[in-house]
C-alpha cells in the first residue's frame, strides 16, 4: 500500500479525485493536505477512511511533515498562486530531498505553447527535477459556469464575458476526478507522460447560454464586452484585480487561437463517453435557473 498526499483536497477537482479513488476501492492510503483539518473534515463527512495532514503552499514550514512517508503527490495549483517561483520551487525541491518520485500534476490544456504561464513552469520545474510525473492537462471545466460564472448569472441573469465567439472545450469536472484517481493508482503505466483530457464539444458561449436556455425557466444571454470593459465591470463587482486578470487571459486570447484539439483519452482511459453539456446543464439546472 502506498501512501497518496491530495493538494487542493477540499476544491473542485481535489475533491472529485478523493471521491473517485474511494469508489474504485483504491487500495492506496489517501492524505488530504490541506489548510484547515476541522474544515476539511466537514467537507469528507462521508469519507471516514481519508487522513488529513497540514499543508499550506503559502507556508513552507508545513512541507517537511505533510510529506513525510508519502510515495506520489498529486498536485494542483491554487488559482490565486501564480508566483511559481516562490511557492512551487522550495515545494519541488522538498518532495525531490524527501525522495518522493511520483507526482500527478493538474495543468491545463496548452500549457506545453506558453513558457509564461504557471502551469508550464510547475512542468518544468518537475521535468528539471528529474521527478518521475504525469501532466493531466484538461480544457475548460463546464463547472466554471457552476462557480466562478455562477453569480452573474444569478444575480444579472448574464454571462459576461470578453470571449466574442471563441470556441472553448468543454468538460466535466467529475471526469476528471476520475481520470485522475485511476492514473493514481495505475501511475507505472502513465508515467512521464502529458495527458490531454477533453470533452466532446469545443463550443462558444452563445451556443452554451441557448443550451442552458433549453433547460431552465429564467433565460439566462451572452454578454461578449471588450476586455476593458470587463475589467470595469469586475472591478467594481469587487473581485480582486488579480483573478480579473487572469479571467481575461483565459477568456479573450481564445479569440486568437485555434479551436481546442479534442482528445479520446478519457474514453479510451475508462470505456465511458464524458459527460456532454446537455447532460450537465440537465444535472445543473437548479443552480442556473432563477430561484
Ligand atoms: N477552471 C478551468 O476551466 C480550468 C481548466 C484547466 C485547468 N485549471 C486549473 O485547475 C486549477 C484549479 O483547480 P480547482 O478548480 O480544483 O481549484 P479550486 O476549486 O479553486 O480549489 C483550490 C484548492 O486549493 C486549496 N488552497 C488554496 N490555497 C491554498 C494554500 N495556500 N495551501 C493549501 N491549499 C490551498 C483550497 O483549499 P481551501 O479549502 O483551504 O481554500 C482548495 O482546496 C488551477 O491550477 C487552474 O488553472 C482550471
Known sequence: MSKILITGATGNIGFEVIRFLNEIDSPNRIIAGVRNIEK??????????????????????????????????????????????????PLILKIKEKKINQIVFLSVQGAEKSKVIPHNKIERLINENGLNFIFLRPSYFMQNLTTTL???????????LPSGKAKFNWIDIENIGEAAAILLDKFDDY????IEITGLENENFEKVSALINESIDNPIRYKNVNPLRFFMIKKRDGMMKGMIIVMIFLHFLPRFQKE????????????????????????????????
Open 40 to 89: 476539511a473534515k466537514n467537507v469528507f463527512q462521508n469519507y471516514p477512511d481519508l487522513d488529513y495532514t497540514h499543508f499550506d503552499f503559502e507556508d513552507f514550514d508545513t512541507f517537511d511533515n505533510a510529506l513525510n512517508g508519502i510515495d506520489t503527490v498529486f498536485l494542483l495549483r491554487p488559482p490565486h498562486i501564480s508566483d511559481i517561483d516562490k511557492y512551487f520551487k
Open 150 to 160: 455562477i453569480k452573474d448569472i444569478k444575480t444579472k441573469r448574464e454571462i459576461i
Open 191 to 194: 508515467k512521464n507522460q502529458a
Open 260 to 291: 481546442p484539439k479534442i482528445s479520446d483519452f478519457y474514453e479510451r482511459l475508462t470505456g465511458k463517453k464524458p459527460t456532454d453539456l446537455k447532460t450537465f446543464i440537465e444535472r445543473e439546472k437548479k443552480q442556473l435557473d432563477k430561484q
